[in-house]
């Protein structure tokens, strides 16, 4: 039997390069996509290098379209009308701790007044982490929903309290998990409102991106004090100090009610194209973050853990400070020299809205800081003296709120929003947040030590010691991000990565894409070849 022989096929030396080079190329790549589709990454998303990423951002990060551009404004007005719920639901106690002191003073004790306050807090510190690793893993909207629903369920059941067969601890033990339910809302709707609202505001209002992102955050969370106390006083005035139990119970509900107003657009929302463009849900390089960041990370959450920790028992302790100053105790007199201090708090927001373009972000926050230092110590040293005239001490009092709203107020939530890359901002935001309401736990667990073991006048002169260690913090640790557009940071960002050989999938749907500069660098030499 006779052998066939095989036909001899001739290929040029260029070409067997080629050829040769092709294959191996082509072997390398797959087994790339392989380790991919094993890691979760999807097949058909194209390939992204820190420089295309870069033209890409930049040159679509400002070009909105109708529906993007409505969407936008939207989002910055429902980050408005969501954070004054939380405002709300942190000054609620104000007044509550009146008046569970008159309808139950044995039974309230500063020990289960505590526990009831804190119990928002521990909340909010949960939310505030995990909402902040939602809002960047799994989406901005999933994250706002998620928040708005818990703030609705735990407003529900703070309303409806009851103890078993009426007993009043039953009943503090069942506002201390309905409030902590709330917390976990109430935490959540920081990063989630806040870093959609900053994203949105680089979008539609670059050179106002400081003033318009205080006026929705900063601004309602502290207009949620003079409406807690104004809700407070319309409902006493209306069910007479006979019926203490409806008015709180009344109180409790509105809480219900205010964070439905945008339920609805937040399940219509679009994400921002920063976001977008930016996202990284999978394989988050967090030791590349904290190696970038950690200075900030300082920063952010050292100066807010002493902005809360002064800021947070004065607020829900105040109500008790001006009914002990108030020497008959009522609580409409109470109430409403509560409302005064709220309003003279406010202007601080504005005064802070202006100055951050014009002195700067750091600066601002500074300047707030020190004047912790001024009143703090103007009230604390003459605490004696001036609590018998009752209009000075108030005023001096709100003074002190307005500064710390003027400075750390407005800048740390700015500041947080502007500090970290898109893919991080939330769970950096969070994180930071975080740490400012455990500064908040730690002063409410301390605020009645304090009183009865130093004197009441330590409040004030541990404020002034707080003012003086933020302004080292934030001299040394916050960055000034003003008129810094958010897309040249995530820029610097993904070639940071790029830099430090990190490879994975960035953005979300349509703008999705497989970040993985050097896979194609040397993809592109071996074509050159």
Known sequence: MKMRRRPFIYLPPACYLSSTLGMSNEKDVNSVDEKETKAGVSDDIRNLTARTHAAELKATAHDLNKKES??????ILAAGFGLISDGYQNNLMTMSNVIFKQLYPKDYTSTVSTRVSNALLVGAVLGQVSVGLICDRVGRKVALVTTTLMIVIGATLGTAAHGAHGSAQGLFWFLTFARGITGVGVGGEYPA?????SEAANETALNNRGPVFIMVTNFVLSFGGPLAVSVFLIVLSAAGESHLETVWRVCFGVGIMLPLTVFFFRLRMLSSKLYRKGAIKRRVPYKLVFKRYWRELIGTCGAWFLYDFVTFPNGVFSGTIISSVIHNGDIKKTAEWQLLLGVIALPGVFVGAYLCDRLGRRNTMMLGFSGYLLFG???????DKITKIIPLFIIF??????VGNMGPGDMLGLTSSESYATPIRGTCYGLSAAIGKTGAAVGTQAFTPIQNNLGKQWTFIIAAICGVTGVLVTYFCVPDMTGVDLADEDVKFMKYLADNGWEGEVGEDDEKGMFADRRVAEAGSAEGL
């Open 397 to 402: 009092y709100g003074l002190m709120q307005s």
């Open 377 to 383: 110590l103007i009230i604390g040293l003459a605490y």
């Open 193 to 197: 409102s806040s870093t959609s609202a």
């Open 70 to 75: 409505l969407s936008a404004y939207f989002t």
